[in-house]
């Protein structure tokens, strides 16, 4: 069996992301969930997130990794930019 480089554990929680997003993950067989991953859920959404977008995206682009760079434009990139774009525009609208 083939060993994932801890580089690439990032890349599956954005894929575990898109996964709860789209409705996928009902197909899949699931931990029971307790509490604490509860109470934690909206932190590592709006904070532990997007510091995991900036920084991989940084480590791979001055790693010149441009297959990991392009896996995290592609997987979180597009959400992460729509949350920034929704937090500075929304208060302008008010």
């Known amino acids: 069996m083939k060993k994932i480089p ?3 554990i990032p890349l599956l929680w954005f894929v575990y992301l898109w996964a709860g997003f789209l409705g ?3 197909y899949f067989p699931t931990i029971e969930k307790s509490e604490f991953v509860d ?3 909206p ?3 709006l904070i532990v997130t997007p510091l995991i977008f900036i920084i991989g995206t940084v480590y791979s682009y001055s790693k010149k990794d441009w297959w990991l760079f392009g896996g995290y434009m ?3 990139g597009i959400p992460v930019i729509w949350f920034f774009l929704g937090v500075l525009i929304t208060p302008l609208l008010k």
Do not use: E, Q, T
């Open 24 to 26: 996928v993950s009902k």
């Open 74 to 76: 592609i997987l979180a």
């Open 6 to 8: 801890i580089r690439f």
């Open 43 to 45: 932190f590592l959404i």
């Open 39 to 41: 109470d934690m859920f």
